[in-house]
């Protein structure tokens, strides 16, 4: 709710407030602030407290006795400690307006209910429990403030017996000072609150004392610094209320108390034991939590490389590349060498790990699994692998965000565990076929469903089946469905055979042999037994070459650039880009070939060069499939047609490629016709506009080049998804030469 028009009338008459501690005479002097009242009485235990508040203006009358202050009120706030809700509503009754509305901040709400129901009987219904989660270690009528509320959560919970218009008269009175208004059952909260609040209180009173114990505990609080302070700040807090807490909510106290305590024995073990597995899986799993929660509470999301979700790119026109730079790493590999290295033995040494959403999504997969894992620290990750029968069953669902490779591959491993799994996505991925994946392990003896007609997430595994490894034709070619059959093979009885139509990324056979895991290949046939062992092994990523795309693209095609790409992966399974770049007249340059763990690599030299239009050859389809968004702006930059076919692929990828593709590029005034497996694109002058990228993280990419030329400003709508592949694309495109500046909408 807005703040009153001026000069229209108060949303209530009187207010009585009974309590004018911190909570209550911060309600007064926001009521105060905001013009919600005609008059506000206050009621404290002490003549002085209300002599005080009067003067200070926070009330406008006052009286210790508690029948006084509320006679005539339209509403009224107990804010007084939980434990004298009985004798302060007994004497308080007779006084009470009929249709008053009766609400308090108490920070448990069991025990004020049934303080309520010996009082009254049947409750009143202008009765409505509340909870303002805001407050300090300060307490006194002196510590409230009129912002106290502003931007915190209040919490109603609301009876059966609650007339729904007390209900929303209350809800507004805080949603005027600012605050967030949420409603729960009664035993929910006292739940929910035990865990967050009390416990810790509990526990920073209880280290505080038992130091101050101490016989030395001078020196102790001398030398206690950062740790100490941060985690004793609510040790201050008033002792009368906090006593009243734990004995109103002692149930959930206990209960939560126990939760902790076995936890803490955990450690405790793992201490004397000298076993630093369990010590790091606490610690780095705490980490995560901790950091997620923080981004949760900031607005961002989860993984420490999310922008907010509303962001928008604008790109100037014009501009040329310059310089060596290095994209981030491979995404493919970098999920694989998380899934493999979980699975092994020992610990794997991951460098050059991409730190997006997608490879970010996996590791926490394998976290919820019970696998340790290190980092990301400046891309290097160490992975305690738990064998092939090590997992454990994630606490719940495993979710997967934008990422369709971890959710096709894990359905593999998955399949093949003892513990049941669900796995879900965000909108996008939630859109994605699942029973390419779903149906071959079928075969293989996996029962695993997807949802709705169209087979998508959530996808739910059982466990507890024992898999037979199958020959696999796969109808599409897809080194995700490929690579989820083989993973799902390390378990099978048997052979695991996938013959593929077309080559698709082999990054899984080259790793699953890094790892010392027996892969017979033969042409388009690869061949596992299951019932082996992964033996930890050191993996350095390659830059992505999916990523290093947008940088060729924007450097053929700007006039005047010449960059070069350093340690870019060119796995003969992956090159197709640079194939089609070539035959459209591109001046590509292969440098310093080399091989690293498994995979070439090299630096890539890329200068400006007139473009033409071609018929792209369809092998090289899987060998560029993520790459084509780059590859139709080459196109509407390149002199004549451009026609792909043999692509419909990238219809199902994070979005309809070729549909969203021949959008942006109308809008940008680029002649091109969609057919139902590619596209034809004539190459002509890109103009300026707004396009829409559909969450789409190389649609986004593939626009913000386009400027380079463009004859006016790119606008490119939700970009926020870029971070699940190409973390610091646009600090990267500045650095190169593109006048790219991010918009973030709130
Ligand atoms: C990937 C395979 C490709 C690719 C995706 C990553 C992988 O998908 O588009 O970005 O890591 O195996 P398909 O296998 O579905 O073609």
Redesign the pocket.
Known sequence: MSAPVPGSPPLLGKVAIIGLGLIGSSFARALREKSLAQVISGSARSAATCALARELGVVDVADVDPAVAVRDADLVLLAMPVAATEAVLRAIRPALKSGVILTDGGSTKGNVVAAARAVFGTLPAGFVPGHPIAGSEQSGVLAGKADLFARHKVILTPLPESDPAAVNIVRQVWQSMGAEVLEMPVDRHDEVLAKTSHLPHLLAFSLVDTLARESENLDIFRYAAGGFRDFTRIAASDPLMWHDIFLGNREAVLKALGHFTEGVSELRAAIEQGDSETLLGIFTRAKVARDHFTHMLAGTAYAKTMKPKNIEFAVQPGGRLAGTFRVPGD??IS??SIMLGSLAEGVTEVSGFLEGEDALATIQAFRDMGVVIEGPHQGEVRVHGVGLNGLRAAPGAIYCGNS??SM??LSGILAAQPFDTVMSGDPSLSKRPME?IAKPLRQMGADIQTTGERGTPPVTVKGGRALKGFHYAMP????????GVLLAGLWADGETVVTEPAP??D??ERMLRGFGYDVQVNGPTVTLRGGGKLRAMKIDVPADI?SAAFFMVAASIAEGSDITLEHVGINPTRIGVINILRAMGGDLTVLNEREVGGEPVADIRIRSARLHGINIPEDQV?LA??EFPALFIAAACAEGRTVLTGAE?LR??ESDRIQVMADGLTTLGIRCEVTPDGIIIDGGQLGSGRVVSHGDHRIAMSFSIAALRASGPIEIEDCANVATSFPDFTGLARRAGLNIAVIERV
């Open positions: 995404k493919s999920h694989r369709g490779t096709r591959l390419r599409v070619a897809s080194a995700q469905v490929k690579s698709t990324r990054h899984t999916s899987p499939i993520d692929e199902v990828k």
